[in-house]
């Protein structure tokens, strides 16, 4: 059972640049998360989506965009990088039935020159 | 909004030892979990321990114990007899019952000692 996958893990780019992460989960999870983590801050929620066709922006969206096509996948796209969106990317899931419980992939490591 | 403070970015703790991380939140609501994620060095996000608010009793799981103490708002992690694989950046997050969105803590950083 592979859980949430995310890739790529790691990916260096230029400022201007476009790119996409995705998150894909196979655990028939409602809801899905990104947010980003960086030193002294914590993990801070990007965009999430509660099911299939829905999107909303979390605390940090500028910058980023997201869809979710596909029940199970989920992506973060940057139309045009800068180095203030060097981070680690973290995917997660929930089931949606009121637990809490976030389960996450393993990060994506994203630098922007 | 929510708000989820650890006021220790960092501690140390001898092997075998008790360690209590500290982790207050601000919140208006009624019903919601508050949790424990450990992050070692490989980045994986790993849930530590979990606790509704609704339950009085403190959550434990093996040598990872809470004290929740919901009037003072304030939820604490004790890891009991310390082990080098405990070694990781903890996060406390919040959450609240229909929102299924957790705020994050910043993190404190646990080191072990041999």
């Known amino acids: 059972n592979a859980g949430v996958t995310q890739t790529p893990k790691f990916r260096v780019l230029k400022t201007g640049q476009s790119m996409t992460l995705l998150c894909a989960q196979d655990m028939n999870h409602e809801y899905m998360y990104w947010y980003r983590q960086d030193p002294g801050m914590g993990l801070r929620l990007i965009h999430y989506?509660?099911?299939?066709?829905?999107?909303a922006k979390g605390e940090v969206p500028d910058g980023y965009n997201v869809s979710r096509l596909k029940k199970q996948n989920f992506l973060l796209g940057l139309e045009s990088a800068a180095p203030s969106q060097t981070s680690v990317y973290f995917c997660a899931s929930s089931s949606g039935r009121n637990t809490g419980e976030l389960f996450f992939g393993e990060g994506s490591r994203l630098t922007v020159l | 909004a929510q708000t989820v403070t650890q006021s220790q970015p960092e501690m140390s703790v001898q092997e075998a030892e008790t360690v209590t991380l500290s982790c207050t939140y601000d919140?208006?609501?009624?019903?919601?979990?508050l949790f424990w994620y450990k992050q070692p060095p490989s980045r994986q996000m790993i849930l530590v321990i979990r606790q509704e608010a609704y339950k009085q009793q403190n959550a434990t799981e093996n040598r990872f114990s809470v004290n929740f103490q919901k009037a003072a708002k304030s939820f604490s992690l004790k890891i009991s007899d310390s082990q080098l694989g405990d070694a990781a950046m903890y996060f406390c997050a919040y959450g609240f019952f229909g929102n299924e969105k957790l705020t994050f803590g910043t993190g404190t950083r646990l080191t072990i000692i041999p």
């Open positions: 919140t208006s609501e009624s019903d919601y979990y």
């Open positions: 989506s509660v099911g299939e066709g829905t999107t």
